[in-house]
């Protein structure tokens, strides 16, 4: 937690203070590494033996940002940010916080675990508070609408497999939030009214930027 801290905070020092065609190649760089991360996670699982329909297929929320992390920092369009943004500061930040890794250092699943959820905050911070791509007006309801998409495609896969992805059958084995909202399947209810709640305060401060930073200084505002 704290390298993610001091990671996504030099993240923002570094593209605000000095900014320059350097910021591109960085972004790039860590794209190619939660990529590399991500790929390393499903071939060491493949290799083990391990991987499996009902417990690999990308089909965890954080599986999802990961992948738009990637594609944000290589190539950042308006949608991709907001889903980063959203997606990130949330469900990622709580699987850094509250991990449910059965494996622990010096385990290859720790370190592509944390590269790929730790990159992802890093990607958000980058982004949007270091270089400015700034959520568009809306976008809350937007980034809602499609997570909400993405957990009915999640317990598709659940009914097809017999997994747990999203945590939609049961909570996870470790300790997390979803242990102080209920037993199934009302924490998933509270889960969404939760979720809501921080893709709004992300919204206000999204706002705050958007009228703090001058028109034209924002990326995304020159691209839509």
């Known amino acids: 937690m704290i390298a993610t801290a001091i990671a996504g905070a030099l993240s923002v020092w570094a593209a605000r203070r000095h900014p ?5 190649l960085v972004s790039r760089g860590l794209a190619i590494l939660i990529l590399v991360a991500y790929a390393a996670e499903h071939v060491a ?19 999802a940002v990961t992948l738009v992390s990637i594609l ?11 889903l980063v943004y959203f997606w990130a ?9 509250t991990p449910d890794l059965g494996q622990t250092f010096p385990s290859v699943f720790y370190f592509t675990y944390f590269a790929t959820h ?11 508070f270091g270089r400015c791509f700034l959520p568009r007006p809306g976008a809350v309801w937007r980034v809602y609408g499609l997570t909400v998409a993405f957990a009915a495609l999640a317990e598709a896969g659940n009914l097809l497999t017999g997994g747990n992805y999203m945590f939609l059958r049961e909570k996870p084995s470790h300790a997390s ?5 209920g037993p199934w399947p009302w924490y998933i ?10 893709f709004l305060t992300l919204e206000v401060l999204a706002k705050a930027l958007r009228d703090r930073v001058p028109e034209g200084e924002s990326d995304v505002r020159a691209r839509t």
């Open 89 to 97: 500061l949330t469900a990622s930040l709580q699987a850094v916080i």
């Open 177 to 181: 939030l979803l242990d102080l909202m």
């Open 118 to 128: 730790s990159g992802a905050v890093v990607a958000a911070c980058l982004l949007v």
């Open 189 to 198: 209810l509270s889960a969404a009214v939760l979720a809501l709640a921080m």
């Open 45 to 63: 699982n493949a290799v083990r033996g391990t991987w499996t329909l009902d417990f690999n297929l990308p089909l965890q929320l954080t599986d």
């Open 72 to 82: 944000a920092l290589w190539h950042p369009r308006p949608l991709l940010v907001e």
């Open 20 to 24: 320059g065609p350097w910021i591109v």
